[in-house]
């Protein structure tokens, strides 16, 4: 099991691979990935050592489909998991949404949505968000000018930058998440662009912060199967328990993800701090197929946008 670490993978495996053991008595073994380029290797090479694999929205689709294996009907067809997420190469494990936090004590006003965060006459200070090309803050450009969650794609690159431009170096990227939910709650910056599962693993920090629901931009996380692997059988069975109704609820209870399955429940304490508890009409969805057409064109116009600021870091 090929995860991301950190206190995501320590609670999956509390309330999967662990449960999963015990009731079937095949081990699993686990390790951390950065990135895509080792699987790819593997594959290439004819000796894969991973066998179910967690990747993000970007990745898994039809493009991918040279380094994995096609899961069977009965398991992303299963009709308990939400429909229109899963597909023959990945199929969700959670849901999630990037969301604008906010200093309430550093801010003249509640702040409501993308707006605010781009308004740097009206909010004065410093915005933080991660460095990573495809983290909704393309998306958070064009809905605070004016463009409707379900009309963002294809993203209008050329207005999206245009109103990056309006932050200048009030604008701070970041190379992890505790970087920034550390500015946020230190007050060196007044808003934030990041997850709410980030939001709620960092509420110790502070309790100065808030989180403006509005326009939250929802995502997944998913599963999928290294091809060639030499337990294929095994993978599948883990990915169909992952996905069924009582694992998805007790990842519920060790983190803010909300469950993917119709049949899950999840704690009370738990869900005000839930994607799924302040859904909207407003609310936007990251189109991943557009991105993985279009990653590497965005990737290189953010790159040179980035080294023509001032104040870049």
């Not at 895509?36 to 493009?63: C, H, Q």
């Not at 599963?223 to 328990?241: F, K």
Request: charged share 25%.
């Amino acid at each position: 099991y090929a995860g991301w670490g950190g206190h995501n993978q320590a609670a999956q495996a509390r309330s999967w691979l662990e449960p999963f053991e015990r009731e079937t008595g095949i081990r699993v073994h686990q390790t951390t990935l950065n990135g895509y380029g080792d699987l790819k290797a593997m594959v290439d090479a004819g000796k894969v050592t991973w066998d179910v694999v967690v990747i993000g929205s970007n990745w898994g689709l039809e493009r991918d489909a040279r380094y994995l294996e096609p899961i069977p009907p009965r398991i992303w067809k299963r009709p308990d998991i939400l429909p229109g997420l899963a597909s023959r190469l990945r199929v969700p494990d959670l849901v999630y949404s990037i969301v604008l936090n906010y200093r309430r004590d550093l801010v003249p006003r509640p702040l409501t949505g993308w707006a605010d965060f781009f308004d740097r006459r009206a909010v004065h200070g410093r915005r933080v968000t991660y460095d990573v090309v495809q983290y909704g803050l393309f998306e958070a450009a064009l809905m605070a000018d004016g463009v409707a969650s379900k009309d963002l794609y294809p993203l209008d690159l050329d207005r999206a930058f245009r109103v990056l431009d309006r932050l200048g170096d009030d604008l701070v990227l970041v190379k992890n998440l505790e970087e920034a939910s550390d500015l946020l709650h230190g007050g060196d910056v007044v808003a934030a662009l990041y997850s709410q599962n980030h939001a709620y693993l960092s509420r110790h920090k502070s309790s100065a912060v808030e989180i403006a629901w509005r326009q939250q931009i929802l995502l997944c996380e998913y599963l999928a199967v290294s091809r060639g692997t030499a337990h294929r059988e095994e993978a599948m069975a883990l990915i169909d328990y992952i996905v069924g109704p009582e694992a998805q609820s007790r990842l519920s209870r060790n983190l803010s993800y909300s469950p993917i399955n119709v049949g899950s429940t999840v704690a009370p304490e738990m869900e005000p701090h839930m994607t799924f508890s302040h859904r909207s009409s407003e609310d936007a969805a990251f189109d991943d197929e557009w991105w993985s057409r279009n990653v590497d064109e965005v990737q290189a116009r953010f790159d040179a946008w980035k080294a023509e600021r001032p104040g870049n870091r």
